[in-house]
């Protein structure tokens, strides 16, 4: 059984950032934070492989979020720069156990986190 627990998001003026926390219990294949706006789809955001530490991200938030892991601190990172109003949404880490693939289907991912609130103003 992996546990997921969020924490960190909050609100924040366009160009801002803020650092997303998820706390770990359990062994995980591959780790990714997803978000959901009101009315829209989940959708990914940043994926992991935590064995090689390897890395992807979507499009819309290339070059300005970050995915990492603390293995120490068994926690999963995600630092968000240059923040737009479009990044409004609530924002889910996710965990699967087995691979051999990390995807950006939500539906690939066995366990979730309860959620954190990431709101920014324009």
């Known amino acids: 059984q992996v546990q997921l627990v969020e924490s960190g998001g909050g609100s924040v003026q366009a160009g801002g950032s803020l650092r997303l926390s998820c706390a770990v219990s359990?062994?995980?294949?591959?780790m990714a934070w997803f978000r959901q706006a009101p009315g829209k789809e989940r959708e990914g955001v940043a994926r992991?492989?935590?064995?090689?530490?390897?890395?992807t991200y979507a499009d819309y938030v290339k070059d300005r979020f970050t995915i990492s892991q603390d293995n120490a601190k068994r926690t999963l990172y995600l630092q968000m720069n240059s923040l737009k109003p479009e990044d409004t949404a609530m924002y889910y880490c996710?965990?699967?156990?087995?691979?051999?693939?990390?995807?950006?289907?939500?539906?690939?991912?066995?366990?979730w986190g309860q959620g954190t609130q990431v709101t920014v103003s324009s």
């Open positions: 992991i492989y935590t064995g090689s530490g390897s890395t």
């Open positions: 996710a965990a699967r156990r087995s691979g051999p693939f990390c995807t950006f289907r939500p539906e690939s991912y066995t366990f």
């Open positions: 359990g062994y995980t294949y591959c």
